[in-house]
């Protein structure tokens, strides 16, 4: 017996053993979720801030001297509502460029997220409708087959502009269509028009459809807007990682909003598929930091408590959705001053007027 060493020698052993093994960092993986795809279903989204952050690497680059940290990006064909189940299912730890319309359904729907950033105000919606339909404006919409994608924020949007002639949904024959779907019914003569963006423009170009409306120029309160949200469940496992992504967020806007970056920006965009044309067209005559902005001011903030409300009373939601609440500014107010940008883009009210003038504003002025 004494040939063999006693227990606690043994134990002793091992564990001298296991202190020598190296420890194995354990790999966090950062899953984000975007409502949409590109052309022939590219992952790749495009007019935003996300457009330029993922392809542009600027996320990745944040990360790239971690190697225990690893991003994994879904773009879901079926926009917002196909990313909220899948929320919902704790599959993804943030949604980045999700409507307003589909994150108030989230939220009034119990999911626990934190809004922590825009990703897109102010997003221009447009009526085409095909040649000699007769349509003209939005009043002559009346009876008329017209594709929406329904449950998405082109949805609220497009019945804000209706409501403002005078119609609601009910005046309108509205077929629920993705905006592949939608391009198809277009190209076929299945509708007679579609509300969508800047994916337009190429079946204009082609011929196949007129433009008839555009919310620029009409009500500043009118378009669509997006934003940058997290899980209640990750901000407080990874409060680190949460002020990481959203100050690589911020360099991604800021760079997206710079003028001089303007056709470098709609080079990134041009990954989704759709043309530089396009883009060039969608922003015409229009400051890119009017749209690009991550601010979460009071205009902003407006629109969503709008939207909630037009959401409860068109039966959208059956609870409302508390918006202030929902508001987590501590990530987005710390990369703005780490990053020199208090002050970089301008702030509206709630009716959409400018009570700040930004320095990207005043850049741009001493340049032209």
Do not use: C
Not at 98 to 122: F, Q, Y
Not at 309 to 332: F, M, P, Q, S, T
């Amino acid at each position: 017996m004494k040939r063999f060493l006693p227990v606690r020698a043994i134990f002793a052993l091992l564990a001298g053993l296991l202190a020598a093994v190296p420890a194995v960092a354990e790999t966090t993986v950062i899953r984000f979720g975007y409502p949409g795809v590109g052309a022939d279903n590219r992952p790749f989204s495009y007019g935003g801030i996300t457009g330029a952050a993922h392809a542009g690497g600027f996320l990745e680059r944040a990360f790239a001297n971690d190697p225990d940290v690893k991003l994994e990006w879904t773009f879901f064909r079926g926009a917002g509502p196909a990313l909220n189940e899948s929320l919902a299912a704790g599959q993804l730890d943030f949604a980045i460029g999700l409507g307003d319309l589909p994150s108030i359904v989230h939220r009034a729907n119990g999911l626990k997220t934190k809004w922590i950033a825009t990703e897109k105000v102010r997003d221009t919606i447009y009526l085409a409708v095909r040649p000699n339909t007769g349509i003209t404006r939005i009043e002559d919409l009346k009876g008329r087959k017209i594709s929406q994608f329904k449950g998405t924020n082109l949805q609220l949007a497009a019945d804000r502009v209706l409501a403002a002639h005078g119609l609601t949904e009910r005046n309108v024959r509205f077929l629920n269509l993705d905006f592949g779907n939608a391009i198809a019914a277009l190209t076929s003569g299945d509708v007679d028009g579609s509300f969508g963006g800047v994916e337009l423009f190429e079946l204009r170009r082609r011929g196949v459809v007129d433009i008839a409306y555009t919310t620029k120029g009409d009500d500043p309160t009118f378009g669509r807007n997006a934003a940058l949200f997290v899980t209640e469940a990750f901000e407080r496992a990874h409060p680190d990682l949460v002020q990481r992504v959203v100050t690589a967020f911020v360099r991604a806007a800021h760079y997206a909003a710079d003028e001089a970056n303007r056709e470098a920006v709609i080079a990134l965009w041009t990954k989704s598929g759709h043309p530089a044309e396009s883009f060039r067209a969608d922003f015409e005559n229009e400051p890119l930091a009017r749209r690009l902005t991550p601010l979460l001011d009071e205009y902003v903030l407006a629109r969503y408590r709008d939207q909630a409300a037009r959401a409860r009373e068109y039966n959208l939601i059956r609870k409302d959705a508390d918006i202030d609440g929902w508001v987590e500014r501590k990530y987005l107010d710390r990369a703005l001053v780490e990053l020199g940008l208090k002050s970089y883009w301008p702030q509206y009210d709630a009716a959409g007027h400018k009570v700040t003038t930004g320095e990207v504003e005043r850049t741009r002025a001493a340049a032209q």
